[in-house]
């Protein structure tokens, strides 16, 4: 029932931001968690943020101080807000989620294209 919409993606520049974004179709508070995960070519997905219903976020060591995940619950929306962005964080982002029932629901993906 809960579908994941994801967008923003594009190409930016090295040191450069963007802010990709997760529109739930039911309300986030129906969520356990909301994440961003990615993946690159020959990778394998890898997690790199989340952010619980109480607001408590976490992140993977190599975007910390970099990506800021949020959420804005009047839109049923997640984001991520991706600053000072490398080559290296190319990649696929995903949006993921865990409801209520404990089913993990994925987004579609946006690509993300960081140019040296």
């Known amino acids: 029932q809960v579908r994941l919409v994801d967008a923003g993606g594009g190409l930016v520049q090295a040191g450069g931001s963007l802010r990709i974004s997760c529109a739930a179709s039911?309300?986030?508070?129906?969520?356990?968690?909301m994440a961003w995960y990615r993946q690159a070519p020959g990778k394998q997905r890898e997690w790199v943020a989340t952010i619980a219903k109480t607001g408590s976020t976490n992140y993977v060591d190599s975007v910390k101080g970099r990506f800021t995940i949020s959420r804005d619950s009047a839109k049923n929306t997640a984001y991520l807000q991706m600053n000072s962005l490398k080559p290296e964080d190319t990649a696929v982002y995903y949006c993921?989620?865990?409801?209520?029932?404990?089913?993990?629901?994925w987004g579609q993906g946006t690509q993300v294209t960081v140019s040296s």
């Open positions: 993921n989620a865990v409801g209520l029932s404990g089913a993990t629901i």
């Open positions: 039911t309300s986030i508070f129906d969520l356990k968690i």
